[in-house]
């Protein structure tokens, strides 16, 4: 659990520019990361929400090139 706390702090002033840009922009790996300290912290239905954003990004987001978690 440590460790899913330091890591949300080192994201955090990632999170302040990210949640401050008009558009967001694409951070590779961003939003997969807060889905596992999600899930680290017990809480799948959140983790799901950031899995769903992962691929927001995408014109189809059932395309077969998006990996299953982020249908």
């Given at each position: 659990?440590?460790?899913g706390r330091s890591?949300?702090?080192a994201l955090a002033p990632l999170d302040?520019?990210?949640?401050g840009a008009e558009t967001p922009?694409?951070?590779p790996g961003w939003e997969r990361v807060h889905?596992?300290?999600e899930l680290d912290s017990g809480r799948p239905a959140d983790a799901m929400v950031w899995c769903r954003r992962e691929?927001?990004?995408q014109e189809?987001?059932?395309a077969p090139r998006c990996l299953a978690h982020s249908r």
């Amino acid at each position: 659990m440590r460790a899913g706390r330091s890591a949300a702090a080192a994201l955090a002033p990632l999170d302040r520019l990210v949640d401050g840009a008009e558009t967001p922009p694409f951070v590779p790996g961003w939003e997969r990361v807060h889905a596992l300290l999600e899930l680290d912290s017990g809480r799948p239905a959140d983790a799901m929400v950031w899995c769903r954003r992962e691929g927001r990004w995408q014109e189809d987001a059932n395309a077969p090139r998006c990996l299953a978690h982020s249908r």
